[in-house]
């Protein structure tokens, strides 16, 4: 049986034996949701290991679908009324979508369905040895998911939740966002239309301590490059010029030089393919090239990523390239073309607001403080898609754990109960302001 090293878990381990809430001085709201949440951790962690063994691999549309079904009766059960949004118009499976109350602030809570293991990986099942739980999904997200309709229970226990109007939505391609994006994430954006505050069940960077305030974009850039070909032997001649491969490398440093060293800004030549023919499918992220070292190559192209934390900052990286590209060499054409994947989740006052509420809510709890990860350590998640419309978002909020998108992906069960009493006190104290 996997166990992650000891030295993955430092944080972890150090709140996992915080004091709860019985030795803190707390009202009897906090008390009673910190008991319900720890009676029923094991039936949570039940719910848990069926959802993990079903495949949910984005691109196994059936398998989505099946999770889909089984969390949807769990919202069914609180109340909500769902409905499963079909995916066919951007050739994924879709997602759930749940909605309840009309009073009270309104939440809006967003996670996942899907994971990055399709049916042909050899890692599909659940295994626990103690507090560690091994499998697809188990933190990134499932579990997280199973801590959103745990807060929710205790809050119906507390008789609290109809003082919230929530709306949950549960993508089924957050792993590889469906295209077109528009219809992609259409029901996302209309469910943050009208929302107050926006709630993420991702792990983020698997630390107790701290939550997600902003994440970066992400960006896809591709880069081709032509010149004359010719024997090696007229490299540099007015009338040949440098070549392609020449061009790509004069253009990467100059991105380097010019580019590098600015706050959260970063850009990566992922792939790089340059000779007397080139290909690149897109589709599978792989190319080849071929030629001869005493062939001046004509063709390159390089795919690479841009990532940045607010929308002027990317727009600004996407001009100073293009002007970088289209100071080309002698005889040589260039193009660079962009494709946002992600917006940024900029750090607004309003997430700095509900982070306070959150860090408030955890030292209550006897859980200690809650700080703001760092942007470079969180990456792009569904909650950036409504962090322009919803004035207060906060994300990285699920079950922690580590191995996220390999084959020793864990949860570390003693988090369960950290992040879900966490969540339902702050839900709790939304629903009385």
Same mark, same amino acid.
């Given at each position: ?9 430092? $944080? ?5 034996? $915080? ?6 001085q ?10 319900? *949440? ?6 949570a ?5 069926? +959802? ?10 059936a ?29 994924? +499976?879709?997602?759930? *979508? ?15 369905l ?8 050899p ?41 919230l ?11 590889? *966002? ?7 994430? +259409?029901?996302?954006?209309? $469910? ?27 960006t896809?850039?591709t880069?081709k ?17 440098a ?9 990467l ?7 590098a ?8 030549p992922g ?18 090239a ?14 690479g990523?841009?990532?940045a ?47 306070a ?16 990860v ?6 792009a998640?569904?909650?950036?898609? *409504? ?10 909020l ?7 998108r ?7 069960l ?20």
């Amino acid at each position: 049986m996997f166990r992650p090293a000891p030295c993955i878990l430092p $944080a972890l381990l150090t709140l996992a034996i $915080a004091p709860t809430c019985a030795d803190t001085q707390v009202d009897s709201s906090t008390a009673a949701i910190a008991a319900h *949440v720890d009676a029923s951790q094991e039936a949570a962690f039940a719910l848990l290991e069926r +959802a993990v063994n079903i495949n949910s691999g984005t691109f196994n549309p059936a398998g989505v679908r099946r999770v889909g079904d089984l969390f949807r009766a769990e919202f069914d059960a609180l109340g909500f009324a769902t409905e499963w949004v079909d995916g066919a118009s951007f050739g994924r +499976a879709g997602h759930l *979508v749940a909605r309840r109350g009309e009073r009270g602030p309104h939440v809006l809570l967003i996670g996942h369905l899907d994971t990055v293991f399709e049916p042909d990986s050899p890692f599909q099942k659940f295994e626990r040895d103690g507090d560690i739980a091994l499998g697809p999904g188990t933190s990134d997200m499932k579990g997280g998911i199973v801590i959103m309709l745990s807060a929710l229970r205790a809050l119906m226990a507390m008789g609290s939740l109809d003082e919230l109007t929530a709306t949950v939505v549960l993508t089924g391609d957050e792993e590889d *966002v469906g295209e077109p994006q528009a219809p992609a994430r +259409a029901a996302l954006l209309e $469910a943050a239309d009208g929302a107050d505050i926006a709630i993420g069940l991702e792990n983020a960077d698997d630390n107790p301590a701290t939550a997600v305030i902003a994440r970066r974009s992400s960006t896809s850039w591709t880069l081709k490059v032509n010149a004359p070909g010719a024997h090696s032997s007229q490299i540099f001649r007015d009338n040949v010029g440098a070549g392609a491969i020449f061009e790509s490398a004069r253009i990467l440093e100059a991105l380097r030089s010019k580019l590098a060293g600015e706050d959260y800004l970063t850009f990566n030549p992922g792939i790089i393919l340059g000779g007397a023919q080139t290909t690149f499918d897109p589709g599978s992220m792989s190319g080849t090239a071929a030629g001869k070292g005493n062939i001046i190559a004509p063709t390159a192209v390089v795919i690479g990523d841009l990532r940045a934390l607010t929308i002027p900052q990317r727009e600004q990286a996407k001009m100073r390239m293009t002007e970088i590209v289209a100071a080309h060499l002698p005889r040589a054409s260039t193009e660079i073309t962009f494709q946002d994947s992600y917006p940024p989740l900029a750090p607004t006052d309003g997430n700095r607001k509900l982070l306070a509420l959150y860090d408030q809510v955890s030292r209550d709890l006897g859980f200690g403080p809650v700080t703001a990860v760092d942007p470079r350590d969180a990456g792009a998640a569904d909650i950036s898609f *409504v962090g322009g419309v919803v004035p207060m978002a906060l994300d990285g909020l699920g079950l922690l754990g580590g191995g996220n998108r390999t084959e020793g992906e864990f949860a570390d069960l003693r988090t369960f109960r950290i992040q879900t009493q966490r969540l339902a006190l702050l839900l709790y104290r939304l629903s009385r302001r």
